[in-house]
């Protein structure tokens, strides 16, 4: 049924045409109305729901069929698919899979797929026969994915803990001011001796070079990795800081106490161009041989990626605003531009292989140490509309759409994101080869990762440019079909998933992310009764991840000391909670920790409180640990607050000596959590 408020007036013709737009809405899955966080029915503005249909069609018309854009089949159900035809139709069909072709023919719209064909991906090519004799030819997306995604190893992962960091933020005696992959080699050692199972770690995506671009979760690229984490002084090609020229730099750097994005990035890059420079006039030796390899390995999307990070410095404006050549360039004049600015292009596709590299070292110390996860990583939900992603995948991610949030108490006017929106259309028209990318890109060094925002799996809240947040609307995605390409992913490369599904849940949404064997993520400050009371250890999920707090929350100790009421307040942000209503959820939280016989509320106590619960998991950040009180980022602000530029107050070499950390791993082993000698699992 339509929504009131998208009927026109009085006017028939005007009805006519608002009905017909909102059957096309419907047809690209737009929502027409959805009820808001203050339990409100808001319809979708015509103006908005003509501008959504007009860009997401630009990228090609939605197809119509007999056949769905993707057809799902689980391994251990019945490999059937119900067309929707009548009996009198035939239907002959065929897969190709490894070179064997698996065909058949069904008087029925019903067609039975033999249960030998393999898990993976393929084209189903079906013709169409009705009882007058037409046949026509119709393809479609065919996944065939595991029962489940990845699990651990053996009989499964054992109850453990792992140490959440933001590695940014290390401060080390060697690095630069900045957290690198020695530094998450040494963290992976601590981890080792603690008895943790790895290092959850922020998302290490490329970001934009541009100083004021600060956060991981607003990245260039979910493809590649951020360059800012090369440890330089440990690639063979580099002179040394004398020969730089770069030894006041960086000690400098080394002594501030929050991090000099504009320094590190202009230290490293010229540290970078110099071990560049000399790897060039090795010759044909086993380390050049590796990068070509390296470069073979990847394929023509690194090769467009270093393409696009010369045209960005070249022109320094947004993609859009370039000359029209570069704006979406063919692959013809991209090979005439990897030929003319070679040195300059394999400057990139050499970054992105030493950080490759060096984090391919530290997925390696993990395994070695026998932790089961090893690496924990973040997948940020989207990436900035002026980035590579959004630059090469012109049909999918879509510059002129913004990811957000709908109004709700916290941010009354609706949020936008600053991420390109995605087209669910073209998702499926590319056979999602473009969210496999982004899967594997992690995957390939993780034995976890984390899906921020998964519910935007489901349906994404999208706002047209130069809109206000609050006329976005709601954007089905091919739910699905979503998570079979994560089973197929996760279980290709052992890694364990985790959907970050905070919020306003969906009805059964929880429950389907379980029979996928995608793990919850469970946040104590969020699990709390109708009365407010703290939910006890026994109500928390088996499969899920459990924490305290996230990194936009603040920490233990500030929460206890109201420092981030205080913080909101001072920058006249709604601190969306009152000193009475913290007094009370602290209450509550003492409460909760003496039915568990712990009569102090410190954050060792509640560490013993999720240590108690069911969940596989246990993440514990290390500014916790540590007793920091402020925290690592406070939503809504940008330049306000020094959001991701806090350094940690102990230097790396110190952290095995800490008295917050010794005492968390025994809380830890009393508990069962230890990993101890175990070995397997991860990578």
């Not at 030894?247 to 501030?256: D, H, I, N, T």
């Not at 991610?397 to 995605?422: F, H, M, S, V, Y």
């Not at 206000?468 to 079909?481: D, E, S, T």
């Not at 209503?581 to 939280?589: G, K, W």
Request: proline share 5%; aromatic share 8%.
């Amino acid at each position: 049924m339509l929504a009131s408020g998208l009927m026109g007036g009085g006017d028939s013709t005007g009805m006519d045409s608002m009905s017909e737009r909102a059957v096309q809405a419907v047809q690209w899955g737009i929502e027409l109305e959805y009820q808001d966080a203050f339990g409100q029915r808001r319809s979708a503005d015509p103006e908005v729901l003509a501008r959504m249909i007009e860009i997401l069609s630009q990228s090609g018309e939605r197809p119509q069929g007999t056949l769905p854009p993707t057809c799902v089949i689980r391994d251990g159900y019945h490999r059937r698919l119900q067309l929707e035809l009548s009996p009198d139709h035939v239907v002959a069909w065929s897969v190709l899979s490894n070179g064997h072709v698996y065909s058949g023919a069904n008087a029925s719209p019903v067609i039975d797929l033999p249960n030998e064909l393999p898990v993976g991906t393929y084209r189903l090519r079906a013709s169409i026969r009705s009882p007058g004799g037409d046949e026509h030819i119709e393809e479609t997306t065919l996944l065939i994915a595991p029962e489940r995604a990845y699990q651990g190893a053996g009989p499964g992962l054992p109850r453990v803990w792992t140490l959440a960091v933001q590695l940014y933020g290390v401060r080390s005696r060697r690095n630069w001011g900045h957290g690198d992959f020695t530094d998450l080699t040494g963290l992976i050692d601590l981890a080792a001796d603690l008895g943790a199972a790895g290092i959850g770690l922020n998302p290490l995506h490329t970001v934009s070079d541009n100083h004021a671009e600060v956060s991981p979760y607003s990245p260039n690229s979910r493809l590649f990795l951020n360059g800012r984490y090369i440890d330089v002084e440990a690639i063979p090609e580099f002179p040394g800081l004398q020969a730089a020229e770069i030894e006041q730099e960086v000690a400098a750097l080394r002594q501030g106490e929050m991090i000099d994005y504009r320094g590190v990035v202009a230290a490293k890059t010229r540290a970078l161009r110099l071990a560049y420079a000399a790897f060039q006039k090795q010759g044909r030796s086993a380390r050049q041989r590796e990068f070509q390899s390296f470069r073979r390995e990847r394929g023509s999307i690194l090769a467009r990626f270093a393409c696009f990070e010369h045209l960005r410095s070249r022109f320094q404006e947004p993609w859009w605003e370039w000359p029209a050549k570069w704006q979406r360039p063919d692959e013809k004049a991209l090979r005439s531009l990897r030929r003319s600015e070679r040195d300059s292009i394999g400057f990139h596709e050499y970054v992105q292989w030493i950080a490759h590299q060096q984090l391919g070292r530290c997925r390696d110390r993990a395994a070695a140490r026998g932790l089961p996860i090893g690496l924990y990583l973040d997948i940020a939900v989207g990436v900035r509309a002026d980035g590579f992603d959004a630059w090469n995948d012109q049909d999918t991610l879509l510059r002129t759409l913004e990811i957000g949030a709908p109004p709700d108490i916290l941010n009354t006017a609706g949020q936008k994101w600053g991420l390109a929106g995605i087209n669910p259309v073209a998702l499926e028209r590319h056979a999602f080869e473009p969210f496999r990318r982004i899967l594997r890109a992690s995957m390939r060094y993780a034995g976890a990762i984390r899906l921020d925002h998964v519910l935007g799996m489901q349906r994404l809240y999208l706002v047209p440019s130069g809109l206000q947040a609050a006329r976005g609307v709601y954007v089905h995605l091919p739910f699905r079909a979503l998570l079979a390409v994560i089973a197929q992913e996760s279980v290709d490369h052992k890694c364990i998933v985790i959907g970050e599904d905070l919020g306003t849940v969906p009805e059964s949404f929880r429950e389907t992310l379980a029979d996928w064997g995608i793990w919850s993520y469970q946040v104590t400050l969020f699990e709390r009764a109708c009365d407010g009371s703290f939910h006890p250890p026994e109500h928390y999920r088996e499969n899920a991840l459990v924490t305290f707090a996230t990194h936009d929350l603040p920490t233990f100790a500030g929460w206890l000391e109201r420092r981030d009421l205080a913080v909101k307040r001072e920058l006249e942000i709604d601190p969306g909670e009152t000193d009475e209503e913290r007094s009370a959820a602290q209450t509550a939280l003492r409460n909760a920790l003496s039915q568990r016989g712990m009569h102090s509320l410190d954050f060792l106590s509640a560490a013993k409180y999720l240590a108690a619960t069911a969940s596989k998991l246990v993440v514990v950040s290390i500014e916790d640990a540590l007793g920091i009180v402020e925290q690592v980022n406070v939503p809504g602000t940008v330049d306000e607050h020094p959001n991701w530029r806090r350094r940690l107050p102990v230097e790396l070499e110190e952290l095995d000596q800490h008295g917050g950390l010794t005492a968390l791993a025994e809380v830890m082993k009393s508990a069962g959590r230890s990993v101890g000698d175990q070995q397997g699992g991860g990578h």
